[in-house]
Nanobody, 128 residues
Framework: QVQLVESGGGSVQTGGSLRLSCSAAGSSYSTYCMGWFRQAPGKEREGVATISTGTAFIRYADSAKSRFVISRDKYTNRVYLQMNSLKPEDSGMYYC?????????????????????WGQGTQVTVSS
């Protein structure tokens, strides 16, 4: 079991930056592939980025490439999402998630069904 708590959301203007943090509690945290997802009102939850247990495999949704950076710290049990050059379409609730169903090449942001545990989310609002 992994308990996930997100923080760092807020309101910024277009072009601004935010750093989301996800605190993970549970003895098996290091064995989970981790991911960030987001959901805008009226839309399905979509993957943003994932990072494997050993950080060797990192994947981004096309919308996040070149603007967002996912990282994880095995000493503090935290996963981060640095978001730069934010756009209004990046607005939504951002969720941290953990997956035990991962292969030797990590997990994929397009496979949200593979994620077992989810946080409550943190709100990101980008105004134009």
């Amino acid at each position: 079991q992994v308990q996930l708590v997100e923080s760092g959301g807020g309101s910024v203007q277009t072009g601004g930056s935010l750093r989301l943090s996800c605190s993970a509690a549970g003895s098996s945290y290091s064995t989970y592939c981790m991911g960030w997802f987001r959901q805008a009102p009226g839309k399905e939850r979509e993957g943003v980025a994932t990072i494997s247990t050993g950080t060797a495999f990192i994947r981004y949704a096309d919308s996040a490439k070149s603007r967002f950076v996912i990282s994880r710290d095995k000493y503090t049990n935290r996963v981060y999402l640095q978001m730069n050059s934010l756009k209004p379409e990046d607005s939504g609730m951002y969720y941290c998630a953990a997956s035990s169903k991962h292969s030797g090449t990590g997990c994929n942001p397009s496979s949200k069904g593979d994620f077992d545990f989810w946080g409550q989310g943190t709100q990101v609002t980008v105004s134009s």
